[in-house]
């Protein structure tokens, strides 16, 4: 995790600084991408409930749901890298499978095509 900020500072060996500033970026970078992915998570799985149940959720009913993803998120990412690799190639194959839907589905559905 460290070669961000190592090679800047070996890159610019006379402002150590700039490997200082460059590795807490990274770190808050890393942060909040984990905070937003997980908060992304939470508001969908609170959409799909509100659709499918025709209901409103309160504030806390949301926030409970997001403390909900962020458990889960920490306890799968604590489980073993074993579990967490097949987890990443399962996602692989679903956006590729995903994409490929999409494109034919697209292809087909096309209400008309433009040739060169």
Do not use: H
Request: proline share 3%.
């Amino acid at each position: 995790m460290g070669g961000l900020y190592f090679w800047v500072c070996k890159m610019k060996p006379d402002a150590p600084a700039l490997g200082f500033c460059t590795g807490w970026i990274y770190t808050i970078a890393m942060v909040l991408t984990g905070t937003f992915g997980n908060l992304s998570v939470a508001l969908y799985i609170a959409s799909l409930i509100e659709i499918g149940q025709q209901t409103s959720l309160t504030k806390f009913e949301i926030t409970g749901i997001a403390w909900g993803v962020n458990l889960a998120s920490g306890i799968i990412n604590t489980i073993g890298t074993k579990a967490v690799s097949r987890m990443s190639s399962f996602n692989v194959w679903w956006t590729v499978g995903g994409t490929l839907v999409l494109v034919i589905t697209l292809l087909v559905k096309a209400p008309e095509r433009v040739s060169n």
